[in-house]
């Protein structure tokens, strides 16, 4: 009777923790659930700032990292590889759904192993998706970032459970971007404790990292960074709570969520550094609590510490003489290692109290949680699937019709504004062959990085300079409509009548030259 009714309890645990960490992705994350449904349309987009995930993606130069820097390797080379069976925006939808919900339970879990009950466990799964992280993370359009970020308490508890082959699966998702595999390395590492297992992750992460770091060790120079990102990307104090307490922080104040409510984090990170002193006291806080509460304080501290005016200033020397060390500029990211340690604590913030109902500190525990980003279902709205006018796919079709090669697109700059939303361009990501991609940010009317060769072909051209065919351009494919609200004009040099530049093609706000 006992074997079944033990039984009886692990099935019902296991119903109740998966039906809740279902139910709350969904809640959050319902721009990809939507996606799910109707990325089938081609036609669908998912589109904002960073995130440019087209209904279909071809497998061109930037996707593969062939040309130029990885930037977006290998998430986009994936979804490139499947575009022709599934449409990008439902891989993404359903990856970002899948993870959400794995993370969640995840941390339900790893919440239970250091003995948290029901309610605490709850809590933790709450803490793993709904924060000010997710919420700033994915309105900058980091949507496998994020992705990463909600599995780290899995990736935990599948290196304190040695579970060799789940361990290394979760590390290859989060591989699709070079941000995500360091989080999920550093987190598996450091929860195995430098043992022998430490190996297994640190391995294969070693080599779920070549495709992007072989393409950049093919110049490793072009890898240096301006020392100014130091500054424009680092951690943001916020009101009353300062660079420390902003435990969410994106260096880009536009992509802060509407409702926030930073003091209930910090209330938050105190509630959580009791419990670990009380466990501490009573000989709990050890092993693998204790590394990753370790963990922590360091991925609070140091993005702090590199916000200050030495900080900023070593950083920026780093970044100028460390080739690939603009992968660390954005400091701020690396704060979501401390989500591990932080589920764990919280869901045991009952123990500090214990004359008062179990249930009572952790559901306010919980509260605060939601007041973090009290509306976040809301805020996140801009995320929900878009419609690309179908020029997009003409202007795709033409140029493949014209035999791809190295496509430049006019106007300068990567970034369109589309259905009122800033976004990478998604010609980028669509076009055949290789598409020209001047790889540079403009961050409070600065530049930052970019090919200086492309910029200077740019700049030409605005001047009336013909430097294509020199520049080794084949297409220049001029979006009119977005020219007109750049405030720039089409380059003299291929609409003047004596131009040795052919238009091939022509449609409403399209105009497609081939380079003479």
């Not at 009777?1 to 139910?23: F, K």
Request: aromatic share 6%; hydrophobic share 55%.
């Amino acid at each position: 009777m006992t074997i079944t009714t033990d039984a009886t309890e692990s099935r019902t645990g296991v119903r109740w923790r998966l039906s809740w960490c279902v139910v709350l992705t969904v809640v959050v994350l319902w721009p990809f659930a939507v996606a799910v449904v109707a990325g089938w349309d081609r036609d669908s987009a998912l589109l904002l700032r960073d995130l440019s995930v087209p209904g279909s993606m071809a497998l061109n130069d930037l996707a593969t990292g062939a040309h130029g820097l990885a930037r977006a390797v290998p998430q986009d080379a994936v979804l490139a590889f499947l575009s022709p069976v599934l449409p990008p925006t439902v891989v993404v939808g359903l990856l970002m759904c899948a993870c959400g919900a794995a993370g969640a339970w995840g941390a339900t879990v790893l919440a239970q192993r250091f003995g948290a009950g029901r309610v605490g466990q709850a809590l933790a799964s709450f803490l793993v998706v709904w924060n000010p992280y997710v919420a700033e993370r994915l309105l900058q359009g980091h949507w496998s970032v994020v992705a990463a970020g909600m599995l780290l308490p899995l990736v935990a508890w599948l290196s304190l459970e040695r579970r060799r082959v789940w361990l290394v699966v979760a590390l290859a998702v989060c591989a699709l971007t070079p941000t995500g595999l360091i989080l999920a390395v550093v987190t598996a590492v450091v929860a195995s404790g430098w043992r022998w297992f430490s190996l297994v992750p640190a391995v294969a992460g070693a080599v779920l990292s070549l495709p992007w770091v072989i393409p950049s060790l093919g110049d490793a120079s072009a890898t240096l960074t301006d020392a100014g990102g130091a500054s424009l990307f680092a951690a943001r104090a916020e009101p009353w709570v300062g660079t420390l307490g902003a435990l969410g922080g994106i260096w880009n104040a536009d992509a802060v969520p509407d409702h926030r409510v930073p003091v209930a984090g910090v209330l938050l990170a105190v509630a959580a550094v009791v419990v670990a002193v009380v466990l501490w006291r009573r000989g709990e806080w050890s092993g693998g609590l204790r590394r990753l509460s370790v963990l922590a304080v360091t991925a609070v501290l140091v993005p702090a510490l590199l916000a200050t005016g030495p900080g900023v200033t070593l950083l920026g020397e780093v970044l100028e003489i460390l080739p690939g060390a603009g992968l660390l500029r954005d400091t701020q990211k690396f704060v979501v290692l401390a989500l591990p340690a932080l589920v764990i604590l919280l869901a045991r913030v009952d123990v500090p109290v214990p004359r008062v109902a179990s249930a009572a500190p952790v559901l306010a525990a919980g509260f605060l949680a939601f007041l973090q980003v009290p509306a976040l279902p809301v805020d996140l709205s801009d995320l929900r699937p878009t419609t690309l006018d179908r020029g997009y796919a003409d202007a795709v079709d033409s140029v493949e019709d014209a035999g791809a090669g190295r496509t430049l697109l006019w106007p300068p700059g990567n970034y369109r504004i589309i259905d009122g939303r800033p976004a990478l361009d998604p010609l980028l990501k669509m076009l055949p062959g290789s598409p020209v991609d001047p790889g540079y940010l403009v961050v409070d009317g600065r530049i930052v990085d970019g090919d200086p060769d492309t910029v200077r072909l740019l700049s030409g051209l605005a001047a009336g300079d013909d430097g294509l065919a020199e520049a080794g351009v084949d297409l220049v494919l001029v979006e009119t409509d977005a020219t007109e609200d750049a405030g720039v004009s089409v380059p003299a040099v291929l609409t003047d009548g004596a131009s040795p530049h052919e238009l091939l093609w022509s449609a409403d706000g399209w105009e497609l030259y081939r380079v003479r």
